[in-house]
T-cell receptor, first 109, second 113 residues
Framework: GQQVMQIPQYQHVQEGEDFTTYCNSS?????IQWYKQRPGGHPVFLIQ?????EVKKQKRLTFQFGEAKKNSSLHITATQTTDVGTYFC?????????FGAGTRLTVKP | NAGVTQTPKFQVLKTGQSMTLQCAQD?????MYWYRQDPGMGLRLIYY???????DKGEVPNGYNVSRLNKREFSLRLESAAPSQTSVYFC????????????FGAGTRLSVL
């Protein structure tokens, strides 16, 4: 079945440093979504990518969808303490959506 | 805007006890989902309901049952709780299917002793 792998599992950065998390699927995806979960909270939708090679930006966050629609990345420029949390990718194919294990980001002020 | 509401927020059970986790959404969504979240394993789908009157197994359905009571409500039942079911449970809903944005409830933290 479809599997979604996400790396790294943890990332600790100094405030102001950049951060990237990567998501890879074993199968071609119809779309990929990214969610953020604050400590003690629930996942909250960030963005959805649908087209091959698509790039979307939300302020300091840049999301990319690979040309083959099997991988994606989330890049945060100049992290802030408010970026702390776990970032999940979720890949969809044939009405089946699988979440990656998430990347837990901690930011040292 | 209530969104997705889960009850209870916390629960402690003894092995063998049963309980039902409740979930309701007020967004008129067709699809609803139950996930469990364990450290290092992300969100794993237990069961989902694509529309009122239908339910299907997800990735980890063993030990659970679900009921889509109506369009708004989707409950998860543990008939005989086991320590391996200690987890955080999230209910979610989406407009049509898994390709759509999912909206999550606040979660239920369950401990089985």
């Amino acid at each position: 079945g479809q599997q979604v792998m996400q790396i790294p599992q943890y990332q600790h950065v100094q405030e102001g440093e950049d951060f990237t998390t990567y998501c890879n699927s074993s199968t071609t995806l119809s779309n990929i979504q990214w969610y953020k979960q604050r400590p003690g909270g629930h996942p909250v939708f960030l963005i959805q990518l649908v087209k091959s090679g698509e790039v979307k930006k939300q302020k300091r966050l840049t999301f990319q969808f690979g040309e083959a629609k099997k991988n994606s990345s989330l890049h945060i420029t100049a992290t802030q303490t408010t970026d702390v949390g776990t970032y999940f990718c979720a890949g969809s194919n044939n009405n089946d959506m699988r979440f990656g294990a998430g990347t837990r980001l901690t930011v040292k002020p | 805007n209530a969104g997705v509401t889960q009850t209870p927020k916390f629960q402690v059970l003894k092995t063998g006890q049963s309980m039902t986790l409740q979930c309701a959404q007020d967004m008129n969504h067709n699809s609803m989902y139950w996930y469990r979240q364990d450290p290092g394993m992300g969100l794993r789908l237990i069961y989902y309901s694509a529309s009122e009157g239908t339910t299907d197994k997800g990735e980890v359905p063993n030990g659970y049952n679900v009921s889509r009571l109506n369009k708004r409500e989707f409950s998860l039942r543990l008939e005989s709780a086991a320590p391996s079911q200690t987890s955080v449970y999230f209910c979610a809903s989406s407009w049509k299917d898994a390709k759509n944005i999912q909206y999550f409830g606040a979660g239920t933290r369950l401990s089985v002793l």
